[in-house]
């Protein structure tokens, strides 16, 4: 992970300099990141081939190489996006967000028990969250701390400025039903389990550890479950992606909702394989421990 110094002077860059050229730069510091980072680019390769075998797809010689490289461009964009956009930063934004079935987002607003809005680690969802906040709505996120204290607080800043209210992993429950009960948009992030406290569930045909406080939170608080996904698309534009919402009414059980939002991170993930932001083997190694 990129030291404090680092990411400051991509906090800065990426706003003073023109957006193709902070994407130009960025995608040849993810080439040269790429070359030099073995073991991530090992486990890319090792998540790109299980999902595109489940997908019955066989790649073409040296396609999951070029992939591999693909997916680290695109996480130097993100980095970029990340940086460049708050609400007080982000007009460029109004002429590249594309929004897809919104009636879903309107069905769990009509409700009135509030939402879960659970994405996972692809695309943008930064992008996604900012774009909520400034159509009017507070959203409550729950966020991994690194243990580095200068980098948690810059990236803490950078997600405040988008009207974000931070949660820290661990220490989020009472914060989230609390934010549910006044009707209110929560965000989380459901394909890493941070607390250790996750369930093995089928993923791509083989079984990983995921965790379950979306489905779990859903079930208690009666509150809807809306898969939600930021993709960047192939003219740098983005498309808002709103899933059909799981209602715990009548989903049946907790498994139930789970296997509802596995099904929408799989269709995502599936698709845009190269956009999902896993450096290790996500099968076959352990979630990271939290810091605490």
Same mark, same amino acid.
């Given at each position: 992970?990129?030291?404090?110094?680092?990411?400051?002077?991509?906090?800065?860059?990426?706003?003073?300099?023109?957006?193709?050229?902070?994407?130009?730069?960025?995608?040849?510091?993810?080439?040269?990141?790429?070359?030099?980072?073995?073991?991530? /680019?090992?486990?890319? *390769?090792?998540?790109?081939? &299980?999902? !595109?075998?489940?997908?019955? @797809?066989?790649? %073409? =010689?040296? $396609?999951?190489?070029?992939?591999?490289?693909?997916?680290?461009?695109?996480?130097?964009?993100?980095?970029?996006?990340?940086?460049?956009?708050?609400?007080?930063?982000?007009?460029?934004?109004?002429?590249?967000?594309?929004?897809?079935?919104?009636?879903?987002?309107?069905?769990?607003?009509?409700?009135?028990?509030?939402?879960?809005?659970?994405?996972?680690?692809?695309?943008?969802?930064?992008?996604?969250?900012?774009?909520?906040?400034?159509?009017?709505?507070?959203?409550?996120?729950?966020?991994?701390?690194?243990?580095?204290?200068?980098?948690? /607080?810059?990236?803490? *800043?950078?997600?405040?400025? &988008?009207? !974000?209210?931070?949660?820290? @992993?661990?220490? %989020? =429950?009472? $914060?989230?039903?609390?934010?549910?009960?006044?009707?209110?948009?929560?965000?989380?992030?459901?394909?890493?389990?941070?607390?250790?406290?996750?369930?093995?569930?089928?993923?791509?045909?083989?079984?990983?550890?995921?965790?379950?406080?979306?489905?779990?939170?859903?079930?208690?608080?009666?509150?809807?479950?809306?898969?939600?996904?930021?993709?960047?698309?192939?003219?740098?534009?983005?498309?808002?992606?709103?899933?059909?919402?799981?209602?715990?009414?009548?989903?049946?059980?907790?498994?139930?909702?789970?296997?509802?939002?596995?099904?929408?991170?799989?269709?995502?993930?599936?698709?845009?394989?190269?956009?999902?932001?896993?450096?290790?083997?996500?099968? %076959?190694?352990?979630?990271?421990?939290?810091?605490?």
């Amino acid at each position: 992970m990129p030291g404090y110094a680092v990411n400051r002077l991509a906090a800065v860059l990426s706003r003073r300099l023109p957006l193709a050229f902070c994407y130009w730069l960025a995608q040849r510091l993810a080439d040269l990141h790429c070359l030099t980072d073995v073991e991530g /680019r090992q486990g890319v *390769a090792a998540n790109l081939r &299980r999902i !595109l075998s489940y997908r019955g @797809v066989v790649p %073409a =010689r040296g $396609g999951v190489r070029s992939l591999v490289r693909k997916t680290y461009q695109h996480f130097g964009k993100y980095i970029v996006d990340f940086y460049r956009y708050s609400r007080a930063f982000c007009s460029e934004l109004d002429t590249r967000v594309n929004t897809e079935h919104p009636e879903h987002f309107e069905w769990c607003l009509a409700r009135g028990r509030g939402a879960i809005m659970v994405t996972a680690h692809v695309g943008n969802w930064e992008v996604g969250a900012l774009t909520m906040a400034r159509q009017g709505h507070t959203l409550t996120a729950v966020v991994h701390r690194t243990g580095v204290p200068h980098l948690d /607080r810059l990236w803490d *800043a950078h997600r405040e400025q &988008r009207g !974000l209210q931070l949660l820290p @992993v661990g220490d %989020a =429950r009472r $914060g989230l039903i609390e934010a549910l009960h006044r009707r209110g948009l929560v965000c989380l992030l459901v394909d890493r389990d941070f607390t250790g406290r996750g369930r093995p569930w089928p993923f791509f045909g083989s079984p990983a550890r995921l965790p379950f406080g979306a489905a779990i939170l859903s079930a208690r608080t009666r509150a809807p479950v809306l898969p939600t996904f930021m993709i960047r698309m192939v003219d740098e534009s983005f498309l808002l992606r709103f899933f059909p919402p799981i209602d715990p009414c009548h989903a049946g059980s907790i498994e139930d909702i789970e296997r509802g939002i596995v099904a929408a991170m799989e269709a995502v993930i599936g698709e845009y394989p190269y956009q999902w932001f896993i450096f290790r083997d996500f099968w %076959a190694t352990q979630e990271p421990a939290m810091k605490s």
